[in-house]
């Protein structure tokens, strides 16, 4: 198939704007006269230099960073960020709040067990995850070193609609899949960490907002790499960034910028989901997972109800290429994931094949 016969709904890593792939094409042999490719340069020159300050300005920018925060381009995925952030934030003894809405947050969770006490401050294993807790049934100990929640459950298509209170206690969330779709008010926590391969970069990059009088009290054991002041204070170059995907940052964005920032994204991503949960609610054949008040925008997760009309959609949908639209394995069904760079032509092609779909195997 071409490029322009595909919508790709993968949840990561995940579609990028045509605009900056077209735009790294241009760029690729001779990065601005330097005669190489942003890939060949030493992380230490002066063109990369800028381009990497560049970036992070930007970054800053794009979601109103606080100078109180810094910025840190990191690597080894999200998933490091689950041992990192209790490394560093969790002192021996100490106990730290989780809030266990997935999958993503049950690993975090995990993890930070091998290093201290974890309050699962809620739990909605036993409803499949579908829901996200109110405050009201957050069960927060004021003694907490930091409460963490994810913020947009990837997995299961389920996104808070709101940012906890926890009083004193630093928040620490996990924005992999929802980061720059709207705006964060940054300065409310001490730590936010995305992976950057749904809305932001190819996978490699992860980008950290941490509030910088948290850094500094990593348990003696934590290696260097693992601990945010040494980051702090070389400026995320302790060792080689991912150069190549910090770049590609810095175009999404430009990108970003002319598509009226995250507050842009957030008007186009609620208009993209909408439409497609709305279509859900009224089918007769297709059911949304997730429940009104906790849906996600950026992962839209649905199913028949019956395993093999799931399969027969999802190879439909492959033949007409709009890929990628299978669960992950631990949810089963479908999701179609709409993250930032997704074109609302892509909506209309699955609300169309959702249609036909309907018609052909349920006759209405
Ligand atoms: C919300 C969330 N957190 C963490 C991860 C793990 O990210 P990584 O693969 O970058 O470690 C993912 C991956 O999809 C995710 O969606």
Redesign the pocket.
Known sequence: MDRDQVFNFS??PSVLPEQVLLRAQAEMLNYNGSGMSVMEMSHRSKVYAEIFDETKAEFRKALSVPETHEILFLQG????QFSMVPLNLLPAGGSADYAVTGH?SNSAAKEAEKFGTVNRAADTTGAKHTYIPSQSELKLDPEAAYFHY?A???IYGTEWQYVPETGSVPLVS?M??DILSRPVEVSKFGLIYA?A??NMAP?GL?VVMIDKSLAGNERPETPLMLSYQRMIDKDSMFNTPPCWCIYILGLVLDWLETQGGVTGMEQIKRERAAKVYEYLDNSKLFHANAKPGSRSDMNVTFRTGDENLDAAFVAGAAARGLLNLKGHRVAGGMRASLYNAMPMAGVDALLKYLKEFEVEHHGT
């Open positions: 949840a990561g995925g999200a998933s490091t993503f994810c947009n459950n990837t996990d992999s899949s992976g391969q749904k996978a992860t």
